[in-house]
C-alpha cells in the first residue's frame, strides 16, 4: 500500500471529522448557552424556530459520522497491520478507553459533580461499546458483516415497540440497546442518551465500507462506489420518507411550506431512526468523496487538524464551554430563569466562530506533539 495514498486517504477522513467536529462545537455551544429553549427529539416544528431547527439537524450529522468513520478508520488499521489479533486488540482497548472517558471526564465536564450521581451514556459511550462490538465481529466475512449492518439498521425500528418491565433485567438491557430512559445501579442513575444497538449497524457497515480503500479499487472507484452508495441512501430516504409509513414518525402536511420541509426532515436521533441514518450516512459519504477531491482547498488543512486529534479537542470544548459559562453567570448572571442564555441562534453561530479561531492554535499545537511523539502510547487515544 502506497503510503503517499494512504496519507491522503486519511486526510480527506481527518478533514470530514474536523468539519463535524466544528459542528459539535455548535451545537454544544446551544447546549450551553441556549438552554432556555430545549428541544425534543423529534422536534416540535410548530413551537421551534427555523434558525434553531437548521441548526439541530445540521448537528444531526455528527454522531453518525463519528461512527462510520469509525469502522472505517478501522479497517484502515487492520489493512495497515494485516492481522486480525492486532485489530481486535486496538478496538478492544480503544472501546474500553472510550468508555472509561464517558464514564469520568466527559460525564464531569458536563454535571460538574463528582462523585456523580447521574452519569450520562452519551455519544462517546456508544462509540466505545460499537468498537468492542467491532472487535468481536472483524474476523466475520465480509457478506455476512454487510447484511448484519444491514439488518440492524434496516430493522431495528421493528424493535420501536418492544418494551419490558420496569426493573427487570430484560428492561435494564433494553435500554442499553433500544430505548432511552434511566438505569438505576449503585446509588447512581444512568441515562442511556445513545442506545446501541443501531450504532453497532453503522459502525459494522463503516468497517465494510473500509475495503473501498484498500489496494483493491483506485481512488476514481472507491470515490464512484461511495458516492453511488450515498446517492442510494438519500434516495431511500426520501423514498420512504415520501411513503411514510415506516423508519420514523410520520411526517405532516402544513399550510405553511416551510413548516412542511421542516417536519419532512424532523427526524428521530435517540435511538436513530432508520431515515435519521439513510440521511445523514448519505450527506456523510457524499461529503467523504468531495473532501477526497477537494484535498488542495486553502480550508481543507484546519479541518484535518481538527480532525487528526478528536478526542482531545472534545475533552478540551467540553471544560471550555463549562468554564466560559460558569465566568458568564459570575459576571453577567441569569437572565432565562435559571439559565444565562444569548437572544438569537446567530449568536451561537459567532460564539462558535470564535472558539474555532480561539482553539485552533491549542489543537494544532497537539496534533504536532501527537505526530512527533508516537512513542508516547497514551496519545493515539486522542
Known amino acids: 500500500m502506497s503510503s503517499v495514498k494512504t496519507s491522503q486517504r486519511l486526510q ?22 441556549y438552554l432556555h429553549k430545549q428541544v425534543p427529539d ?9 434558525a434553531l431547527f437548521g441548526s439541530r439537524v445540521l448537528a444531526h450529522l455528527c454522531a453518525p459520522i463519528f461512527v462510520l468513520l469509525t469502522g472505517i478508520s478501522a479497517f484502515l488499521f487492520y489493512s495497515k497491520t494485516q492481522s486480525l489479533q492486532q485489530t481486535r ?25 463528582f462523585p456523580p450521581d447521574v452519569i450520562y451514556l452519551q455519544v462517546i459511550w456508544a462509540i466505545g461499546i460499537s468498537m468492542v462490538v467491532l472487535a468481536a465481529c472483524v474476523s466475520l466475512p465480509l457478506p455476512v458483516m454487510v447484511l448484519s449492518g444491514l439488518t440492524i439498521i434496516f430493522g431495528h425500528n421493528l424493535l420501536d415497540s418492544v418494551h419490558f418491565s420496569e426493573g427487570t433485567a430484560m428492561q435494564t ?22 442506545p446501541i444497538l443501531p450504532w453497532i449497524g453503522v459502525i459494522l457497515l ?9 489496494q483493491k479499487y483506485t481512488a476514481k472507484q472507491r470515490n464512484q462506489y461511495l458516492l453511488g452508495i450515498g446517492l442510494i441512501s438519500l434516495g ?23 413548516l412542511s420541509i421542516m417536519s419532512f426532515f424532523n427526524l428521530t436521533k435517540y435511538p436513530p431512526s ?93 496534533s504536532t506533539f501527537k505526530h512527533q511523539n508516537k512513542h508516547i502510547a497514551i496519545l493515539k487515544y486522542f
Open 12 to 33: 480527506s477522513i481527518d478533514a470530514l471529522r474536523g468539519l463535524v467536529i466544528l459542528i459539535m462545537l455548535l451545537d454544544h455551544v446551544r447546549e450551553t448557552f
Open 42 to 50: 423529534p422536534m416540535d416544528v410548530s413551537a421551534t424556530e427555523p
Open 89 to 113: 486488540a486496538f478496538l478492544l482497548k480503544r472501546g474500553l478507553f472510550l468508555i472509561a472517558l464517558e464514564l469520568t471526564l466527559v460525564n464531569f465536564a458536563w454535571t460538574a459533580t
Open 173 to 194: 438491557l433494553w435500554l442499553v440497546l433500544h430505548e432511552r430512559g434511566w438505569i438505576e445501579f449503585a446509588g447512581i442513575k444512568l441515562r442511556t442518551s445513545y
Open 206 to 214: 463503516g468497517y465494510a465500507l473500509g475495503h473501498f480503500f484498500s
Open 236 to 258: 431511500l430516504f426520501i423514498l420512504l420518507r415520501l411513503i411514510n409509513v415506516y423508519g420514523d414518525q410520520p411526517w405532516q402536511h402544513f399550510d405553511s411550506l416551510q
Open 274 to 366: 432508520l431515515l435519521f441514518l439513510l440521511w445523514n450516512v448519505g450527506v456523510g459519504l457524499i461529503l467523504l468523496v468531495v473532501f477526497d477531491r477537494w484535498q488542495q482547498r486553502q480550508w481543507f488543512k484546519p479541518l484535518v487538524v481538527f480532525g487528526s486529534v478528536p478526542m482531545f479537542f472534545y475533552l478540551l470544548h467540553l471544560y471550555v464551554l463549562k468554564l466560559l459559562y460558569v465566568l458568564a453567570v459570575s459576571i453577567l448572571g441569569v437572565n432565562q430563569g435559571a439559565y444565562l442564555s444569548v437572544a438569537h441562534v446567530w449568536m451561537l453561530w459567532l460564539i462558535s466562530i470564535g472558539l474555532s479561531f480561539a482553539l485552533y492554535p491549542v489543537v494544532k499545537w497537539f
